[in-house]
């Protein structure tokens, strides 16, 4: 027999309540056996006790009567839920069971196989007139249907992809200050460096002079020293271009993922500075000789 898919969901319900597999097939296959788990009014029946939800008999996927009826509508009435929907029913079999029927609680909660469970819950919360033989039916189904009961893979959660652009610092005129002083500095220890050559230049020597050429280094070349300054640009504006870029090119935008765009734009800029700064100063040009 295919599982009917009904007993599917009630399966589904019970596991995300907590249950565990065994647990909710052994719910599902004795309200199965009771009423096929038919939500609504059982029709009228001689044997039941009427209530407010069936006026000539038992009502609902555990065959409430009397009280008990009164008991599910005031529960779906207090948590707002459609008294006929399995899932009412099913939260209300669960809600009985914590609060009156604490062995069959006790049972659905436990790491039990379902046929150890079924009996409790026959026994306990049905209470039919031929228990073993209703105890049977239940297993039967269980029996049945657990191998077909092909547990969900969960989903991970997704990170959100905020629709608005984060906001983005202003650039920051210090920033440019700060690569100009760096050139500034990489020239004024060079003309150190010449000063010291210089000096070197006029000490004697035992019996030789140590000849150096007078240019020993030479000044930063202004177009590697503008690299440095251009990629400090670069690195501080990229944020600020691919923030915008949406309302002026939407189209470039949608094909340059901004995060991508913000890190390989940083890392080139980034790039232009060191090689602006290693290659900015020239290799000693002159040697040193011996006379």
């Known amino acids: 027999m295919v599982v009917p898919l009904v007993f599917l969901e009630a399966v589904q319900f019970l596991r995300k309540k907590g249950l565990s597999k065994d647990a909710a097939t052994a719910v599902s296959s004795v309200l199965y056996a009771e009423s096929a788990l038919h939500t609504g009014s059982q029709g ?6 009427p209530g407010v939800l069936n006026p000539s008999g038992a009502f609902g996927i555990a065959s409430w009567n009397g009280p008990r009826q009164t008991d599910l509508a005031d529960h779906a009435a207090s948590w707002n839920l459609d008294v006929n929907a399995l899932e009412t029913q099913l939260q ?3 809600t009985e069971m914590a609060n009156k029927y604490h062995q069959s609680w006790t049972a659905v909660n436990s790491m039990q196989p379902y046929s150890a469970i079924i009996p409790t819950i026959v026994e306990e919360y ?3 007139k031929d228990v073993p033989a209703e105890v049977a039916r239940a297993k039967t189904y269980a029996d049945e249907f657990y191998p077909q009961i092909i547990e969900e893979v969960p989903v991970l959660p997704t990170v959100p992809i905020p629709s608005v652009a984060l906001p983005v610092p202003p650039l920051s005129l210090d920033l ?4 100009r002083a760096i050139v500034l500095r990489d020239q004024q220890e060079i003309d150190i460096l010449n000063a010291a050559i210089g000096q070197l230049q006029k000490l004697p020597t035992i019996g030789k002079t140590m000849s150096m050429s007078s240019n020993m280094i030479s000044p930063a070349k202004p177009a590697l020293a503008s690299t440095t300054i ?6 501080a504006i990229s944020p600020i271009f691919f923030a915008i870029l949406p309302s002026i090119a939407p189209p470039l935008a949608a094909a340059i993922p901004q995060p991508w765009g913000t890190i390989v734009t940083s890392v080139v800029g980034g790039i232009m500075v060191a090689y602006g700064r290693t290659k900015a100063v020239q290799p000693i ?5 011996t006379k």
Do not use: D, K
């Open 44 to 49: 009228r029946q001689s044997t039941e006790t």
């Open 92 to 94: 209300f079999v669960l």
């Open 126 to 128: 049905e209470v039919p």
């Open 176 to 179: 440019l200050g700060q690569m």
């Open 230 to 235: 251009w990629g400090g640009i670069v690195s």
């Open 285 to 289: 040009s002159g040697i040193i000789s």
